[in-house]
């Protein structure tokens, strides 16, 4: 049976195709990763969070602007550590109501129910590393609305290379935490809006 001859035309062209496809600058190659000191792209970082709200549904927010730092030598993973600045005020949502309610003051000069108006950074400082090829269990303390907690995150190596525009050799990784937010002494609608805060972060780190 004769094939069409469009797609023998296409068949012809596949392998030039292929080796025009540019190649994505972050490989998960650790072979790539340079020992030294990283500052956070904060661009490109961000941390979302997801609460039930009713028990109808999840419900998302996000944190940008993420700031910090990260020393890290790939042949001694156990000494590596973390610094990273979270800037609340900055939180947003899909809901314009729901952000303003998220930075609102409380009522009649109670306590807000959630961050309020000027609420401070929240900051996450590892403590120990455990890593196992490219994932790791970093262990830390993470100071949220005045309060410190230690908060153990599943963290993930996802890439590594030279940044095509600005040229920096960058990092990333991603992690997941659960939190209390009762911890943190935000119980505000508890437990209509659960307690449990799923925490999915995602950050770029740049080459001092």
């Known amino acids: 049976m004769r094939l069409p001859l469009a797609l023998l035309a296409l068949a012809a062209t596949a392998p030039l195709l292929a080796q025009s496809a540019p190649e994505v600058p972050g490989q998960v190659d650790a072979s790539r990763v340079v020992a030294g000191s990283y500052s956070a792209d904060p661009s490109h970082s961000l941390i979302a969070w997801e609460v039930n709200h009713f028990g109808f549904s999840d419900y998302i927010g996000l944190f940008g602007d993420v700031a910090g ?15 990273v600045t979270i800037p609340v005020a900055k939180v947003t949502t899909a809901s314009a109501g729901l952000t303003d309610h998220l930075l609102r003051p409380g ?8 961050f309020g108006p000027e609420p401070s950074d929240a900051r996450f400082v590892s403590t120990s590393v455990d890593a196992t090829g490219n994932t790791a269990m970093i262990e830390g303390d993470l100071t949220l609305n005045g309060i410190t907690k230690p908060v153990t995150l599943d963290a993930e190596f996802t890439g590594a290379g030279n940044n095509p525009f600005n040229k ?11 939190i209390k937010r009762s911890d943190f002494g935000i119980d505000a609608v508890l437990p209509l809006v659960s307690d449990s805060v799923e925490l999915e972060i995602h950050v770029a780190f740049e080459k001092d």
């Open 168 to 178: 920096k050799l960058t990092v990333g990784f991603s992690a997941t935490t659960m």
């Open 107 to 114: 009522k009649d000069g109670a306590k807000p129910d959630f």
């Open 69 to 83: 730092t990260l020393t890290i030598d790939p042949d001694n993973l156990s000494e590596a550590s973390v610094d």
